[in-house]
C-alpha cells in the first residue's frame, strides 16, 4: 500500500433519493465502508477521486488509505464494488471494504495473452479470448496487477486453460483449473443467411417457367422472342 496514496471520505447519516441528490450537487456520491467484522459505515467521497485511483494500473485492486474527514486515523481499504448510472456511466455509489493486511482476501485479475499464436500466423486461425479474469486468493501486498500468458505456441484447435496461468508464490487460482482461457480457432468462410437462400431458390425456380411463358406466347403471336 503507498504510503500516500489517501482516499478522504466524509461521514454521512441521510439517506434516499434527495439525500443522494444533495451529494450529486455537492459533486459527491454515496458510499459504505465494511469488513474485519466491525459494522458498515456510510460515507461520501468524490467520484473524482474514485476515477483516478481506477484509472491506475492497479484500478479496482489499488489498496489505499482510507481517510474519514476530520479525524487522523486511516485504514488499509479497497474498492469493493461500484455502481454506475446505465445510461450517462457516471458512478453512483462505491463499496470499500478494510482490509487487514496480514490476512488473504480473494480478488479478480484480468488475463493478459502475450505473443501471437502460430496456429493465427500461419495457419489462418483465429485467436478466441474467452475467459478474460481469474479470482484469485492472496495477501494485499502480493495482489498482482495482472497474470500472463504466452501463446505464442498454439496450434490449431489448440488451447490454454486456468491450470497453464502461471502465477507467483503467495497467490492461488480460485478457478476451475479446466476453464479454458484462449483458443486458436478454425476461420470459417461466411454462410448465407436462410433467407437469401431460399429467396435465391425461388427465383431459379421460377425462372424457367417465365421462359417458357415467354416462348408460347410468342408463338402464338408468330413472333420469335429476343
Known amino acids: ?107 479478480r485479475i484480468p488475463i493478459r495473452l502475450l505473443e501471437v499464436p502460430t496456429g493465427v500466423k500461419n495457419e489462418g486461425g483465429v485467436l478466441d479470448f474467452m475467459h478474460r479474469e481469474v479470482e484469485v486468493e492472496c495477501l494485499p501486498k502480493d495482489i498482482p496487477e495482472h497474470l500472463d500468458i504466452n501463446v505464442s505456441e498454439l496450434h490449431l484447435n489448440q488451447h490454454v486453460s486456468v491450470s497453464d496461468i502461471p502465477v507467483g508464490e503467495g497467490v492461488r487460482i480460485l478457478d476451475d483449473p479446466a476453464t479454458v482461457i484462449a483458443v486458436v480457432a478454425v476461420l470459417k468462410a461466411e454462410e448465407v443467411p436462410a433467407e437469401e437462400e431460399a429467396a435465391a431458390a425461388a427465383t431459379e425456380a421460377a425462372e424457367p417457367e417465365v421462359i417458357k411463358k415467354g416462348k408460347e406466347a410468342a408463338a402464338e403471336e408468330g413472333a420469335t422472342p429476343e
Request: proline fraction near 4%.
Open 1 to 107: 500500500m503507498s504510503q500516500t496514496l489517501v482516499v478522504e471520505v466524509e461521514a454521512r447519516e441521510a439517506v434516499g433519493k434527495n439525500a443522494n441528490r444533495r451529494l450529486r450537487q455537492q459533486e459527491k456520491i454515496p458510499g459504505v465502508v465494511y469488513g474485519l467484522d466491525t459494522a458498515p459505515f456510510l460515507v461520501a467521497v468524490s467520484p473524482r477521486r474514485l476515477g483516478e485511483i481506477l484509472h491506475l494500473e492497479t484500478g479496482r485492486n489499488t489498496i489505499f488509505s482510507l481517510a474519514l474527514s476530520g479525524k487522523d486515523e486511516t485504514r488499509a481499504a479497497m474498492i469493493k464494488d461500484l455502481q454506475r448510472d446505465p445510461v450517462t456511466e457516471k458512478l453512483v455509489h462505491v463499496d470499500f471494504i478494510r482490509l487487514d493486511l496480514s490476512k488473504k482476501i480473494t480478488v
